[in-house]
């Protein structure tokens, strides 16, 4: 069956693929990586974390690195095996069936609304210079026209060649690196205070315990987020094999030691007079901007309120393009109309894509107070991507003839483990956060059902295969249904503001076992229906 077969003027998948540009190298992908990585996390997230986990937050950067590396290795070795534009949202589709696939896409359509995390942060710095924009932790009606304003710009600069946006991508990260850098250098040679790894309670003071809290509460697991963007573009990118590996790990070193700097610089200058309460007691709006103030360095003050334009900004930008690659793809899913598939035939770019997270970014902005707010919600939903992506790659491996390009060494126990740590990393960011983001992306069984209603034809095209009953996707997919619920029942019972009747560490401990048991039954799965669609398709 070909894949533009499904339904009347629907725009053929293969031939809008066909029209995205290949034009990008090592530097531009590096670029997009590291880019959507450095966005408002810096500006914010040593803050959060030094409040979460005092000194020990150096700590959950270090690991955030480590397992952000573990967990792009798998999806490296999906993009190397099977470049293909929005690639995150269309392998767990070929791997796990349509139930999963419009899960997945449901979670990131969802977290579209990441992105104006992006830009609640200006927001809050600009708010320095326009007290107005906010009423308490919600944007005003000023606010919100500016921020809307600030959506249809970036929008409208991702309107043309992806060539053009890495250029300028690439032009911004370069400022992103060096403003972060001097202000590392800028403030320890202002206000340095011995002794802070060991003062005011110890490296540890709220426990180790809480350098798991702060890997998705504090922030931390948000702001290395985004690794996985060079990845999305895999349909644009030249020699995708041997370009994406490297651009994804290099893109994660840079971050993380950006970041560790910055966390030490924060540890170290906070002045003395702020601690009388501990670091749960350190305060302030703007981070650094406020702390180089206080060290009167208001040269450095003016360009970090400048910066928390231009950064978060930069990574909105990246994250406008992103999200428009994944539209794209769940047009191709048939999880929305295919009208949004549409590629520009001059200018390689999926317009209409653009246009439609336009709308969502805005709505976003809505019902949202701070940027932790929409971070911690949005993050959650992002990360069943990586969870998803796990069990791909076990499927694929397991394809007779071998479906993946053999990148990454130790595939076999690598994908366990990234399922196991992207399981982890949902349920530390806790109840709080999850028993709104859990349920909202159960609702998108609501979605599957309304594409598997009587004359619904998008799943005949969307690249998976033929149309199957609907039991049988429904037993393909129940592992991820069956998944999102222990974890929201687990969340419950656990000590991340759960209601601790699961006590530590066995409540961490708990949530691995069952991740692991799932990642296998899930693997199972997509083998069996990969293997009843093959006589199927060779037919």
């Not at 990585?37 to 959060?48: E, P």
């Not at 020990?56 to 573990?70: D, E, Q, R």
């Not at 798998?74 to 070929?94: D, F, H, N, Q």
């Amino acid at each position: 069956m070909s894949e533009g077969s499904g339904g009347s003027g629907a725009p053929d998948v293969r031939m809008q693929e066909r029209r995205l540009h290949r034009d990008l190298g090592f530097w531009g992908l590096t670029g997009i990586g590291f880019s959507n990585i450095v966005g408002s996390g810096w500006l914010f997230a040593a803050l959060y974390a030094a409040q979460t986990a005092g000194p020990a937050a150096l700590l959950s950067w270090v690991a955030a690195g480590l397992l952000c590396g573990l967990v792009a290795l798998v999806m490296i070795e999906l993009g190397a095996s099977r470049p293909e534009g929005g690639g995150t949202v269309r392998w767990p589709l070929y791997a796990s069936g349509r139930l999963v696939g419009t899960l997945v896409g449901w979670s990131v359509l969802l977290s579209v609304g990441g992105t104006a995390a992006e830009i609640s942060a200006i927001m809050q710095y600009t708010a320095h210079y326009l007290p107005g924009l906010y009423n308490g932790h919600t944007l005003t009606a000023s606010g919100l026209a500016l921020a809307a304003g600030l959506s249809v710009l970036l929008t409208a600069l991702n309107w043309f060649a992806v060539r053009m946006f890495a250029r300028l991508n690439n032009l911004v990260s370069v400022f992103k690196i060096a403003v972060p850098v001097l202000t590392v250098l800028a403030l320890i040679a202002s206000g340095w205070h011995s002794g802070r790894l060991t003062d005011h309670g110890g490296f540890a003071p709220y426990g180790y315990v809480a350098c798991l809290t702060a890997l998705a509460g504090g922030g931390i697991v948000y702001s290395v987020n985004g690794f996985q963007a060079p990845l999305d573009f895999s349909g644009e990118t030249r020699n995708p094999r041997r370009t994406i590996p490297w651009a994804v790990l290099t893109g994660i070193g840079l971050a993380v030691l950006m970041y560790l700097a910055l966390q030490l610089a924060f540890l170290f200058t906070v002045p003395e007079n702020l601690l009388g309460g501990g670091w749960k007691g350190v305060s302030f709006d703007s981070p650094f901007g406020q702390l180089a103030l206080i060290l009167n360095l208001h040269w450095l003050s003016s360009l970090l309120y400048a910066d928390a334009v231009l950064s978060p900004g930069g990574s909105a930008y990246v994250g406008v393009a992103i999200d428009a690659r994944h539209t794209y793809a769940l047009a191709k899913n048939g999880t929305i109309p295919r009208y949004f598939m549409k590629v520009d035939e001059r200018f390689g770019v999926p317009r209409r894509a653009l246009a439609i997270n336009l709308v969502v970014i805005v709505l976003f902005l809505l019902p949202f107070g701070g940027w932790q707010d929409i971070v911690s919600v949005m993050g959650d939903m992002y990360l069943l991507i990586y969870a998803a992506s796990a069990v791909a790659v076990a499927v694929f491996r397991a394809e007779p003839g071998g479906g993946t390009a053999g990148w990454v060494p130790g595939l076999r126990w690598i994908a366990p483990v990234s399922f196991v740590v992207a399981s982890e990393f949902v349920y530390w960011s806790g109840w709080h956060d999850l028993r709104l983001a859990l349920p909202l992306v159960l609702a998108g069984l609501l979605v599957f059902l309304l594409m598997w209603r009587p004359g619904a034809r998008a799943a005949e095209s969307d690249g998976a295969g033929p149309r199957r009953p609907l039991g049988a996707e429904l037993r393909t997919g129940a592992w991820l249904v069956v998944y999102l619920l222990a974890l929201t029942l687990l969340s419950w019972l656990g000590t991340f503001k759960g209601s601790g009747r699961l006590p530590a560490p066995y409540d961490s401990l708990t949530v691995a076992a069952v991740a692991l048991a799932v990642f296998f039954w899930a693997v199972r799965s997509g083998v069996g229906q990969l293997t009843a669609s093959r006589p199927a398709a060779a037919a």
